[in-house]
């Protein structure tokens, strides 16, 4: 504790209090064990404050020009990691203020004109979530480019669909790689949309009702890049819907990232064996020499919760406050903080190991035509040539099948006259079908899996990304 606080009362607290905190309350107080990450976004929320405060004349423009000094000085020293963090001083405000006053002497005093920790709080969080969106939409977009190169090399090669992990119908795996190009991009909209949500600036509400002091709430939202000041004092203290809108995104991109996670954990496995890892995103087992384990891909998978558990967090804190600012918003950094490194961390793992991957075109193709995975196109070719009923159709395919299963053979190779014998009509032309590529050349709709198809997508997100 400093002098004054051993005399009774808080030094920067002023003198309200007469007795110190006990030792529980002010370890239950203090934040700046991890609030310090807010250095930065404190520093340029003074710096906006302190030229705001002399621009229009509350504070002399020679104490401004201290100020200014006395923040870089603390900026260089927190850079070189020789600032003095003290948790007598509870958070970062408090920190950097108290390391001002020491460094210029009374005219640090001056700062905190016009303003609370309320709306500095709220301030900082702010920019520090509104650069963790702009930070996470940049490494999708990252992400989304690995994937495209990644589905141009690999537009025609061949895997199995799958729905409830069944063999569907055959598709390419560029077409596969492409639907998470299209989930991703959405991703990104989330974080492009959350952050212009969060755009405007809530310095100068004060503790709660604003300020009697001339200030100039537009001309600091300008210094930080905001397109205009928050419209009201209560809310510019009380809100963190920002937060969790951010969150919100997270979580969804988080939950798409482990879709992806838990695909490559499955293609990678022996019972797949659709493509491979290089040691760089694999490890070995302790006892089984054998094992190539895809320990990125289950990570990235596991953080989703992580993710997940700061929405809730978050949400439980604010779901019953009461307006405007109350101590229970300490509680929504450390969430953020933590959801936003695990997400950061899978983006960039993930990124890793679709550049790593590499597909095994062989074993994929061999899979494409298994499971009579172009039963489909024997109906439609029912429907099309014979002008059959789609459900009749569907009724003859799949007696075919049933055929084929007795007989042991895919339906491709199922013998002419047992196709004509559950429908006379049927000429050897439907194998032109039955063929797991004639199959995929075939779905030529819009979005659909022929190669051509799958080309055009492609030379449409290169030249958006």
Known sequence: MTDDSEKGGHSLW?????AKPRALMAAINASIGFDKRLAGEDIAGSRAHAAMLAATGIIAATDEQE???????????????????????EDIHMNVEARLAELIGPVAGRLHTARSRNDQVALDFRLWVRAACERCAGALRALQRSLVEKADAHAESLMPGFTHLQSAQPITFGHHLMAYVEMFSRDAGRFDDARARMNECPLGAAALAGTAFPIDREMTARALGFDRPTANSLDSVAARDFALEALAAATICATHLSRLAEEIVLWTSP??????????FTTGSSIMPQKRNPDAAELVRAKTGRVLGALVALATVMKALPLAYGKDMQEDKVPAFEAFDALELSLAAMTGMIDDMEPRVAAMAAAAGTAHATATDLADWLVRTLNMPFRQAHHVSGAAVKR????????????????????????RSVYAVLAPAASVASRQSLGGTAPSQVRAQIARWKETL
């Open 14 to 18: 002023g003198g309200r209090f007469s």
């Open 67 to 89: 100020i200014q000094v006395g923040l870089t000085l603390i900026e260089g020293e927190i850079a070189a990691g020789t600032f003095p963090f003290r948790d007598e001083f």
């Open 271 to 280: 019972r797949f064996g659709f493509v491979a890892l290089s040691d760089a």
């Open 404 to 427: 084929a299963e007795a007989l042991g053979c895919d339906l491709a190779r199922l013998p002419i006259e047992e196709l004509m014998a559950l429908e006379p009509r049927i000429t």
